[in-house]
């Protein structure tokens, strides 16, 4: 487990009022939308918990939809980012879940593009702008977004993850904190990899030349999406 540090503890500088309801919503739009490699053309908002029941007087809802456009917590945009989202030709539909959740601050977010990809991702805000995922495309998962995040769908197989681990050693990138998980023996999986500094552009093109890699994501709070 990392600790946070003293900025996440104080929090971030942001528009809104709540850090847990605004900066961290705004941090779970842009992590998905980060992973997903493009701003969606059509996004699906459920809220769970005191999310569902405080979105509108919070503007989680205007968070997470600056998040989709890859604003920061600070964007002076953000009060009107749905209507951003609809001029660039967004369609953000929000609705409210029932039943438990992981996290009293919970959302169940699928993006979609023109194509027909799809992304599914389950995360919450757990204070001081901080947030933790804890699905994503159905697996079970859980990192915070706040450190350089590389996350590998592959087949399981063994040796897979010693391998992924000498690639990053190879580039001189470490390994902060790791998760895995897969649907069944042998079938699809995924590692998660937070990671010390920005992945560079040479790590990723090592990585998709690798064995069962079926796709990559990655995300960067500080510095972007994907590496060019």
Partial sequence: MRFKDVFSIIGPGMIGPSSSHTAGAVRIGRVARQLFGEAPTRAIIEFHGSFAETYRGHGTDVAIAAGFLDYDTD?????????????????????????????????????FAADGRALQMTASSIGGGSIEVTSLMGFDVKFTGMYPTLVLFHNDRPGMIAHVAKVLSDEGVNIGYMDVDRKARSGEAITVIEMDAPAPPELIERLKTLESIAAISYADLNGGGMPE
Avoid: C, F
């Fill in 75 to 111: 964007d002076e945009r953000i009060p009107r980012s749905l209507a951003y989202a609809r001029l660039s030709g967004m369609r953000v539909k929000i609705t409210t879940g029932k039943g438990l959740a992981a996290h009293p601050n919970t959302a169940r977010l699928q993006l």
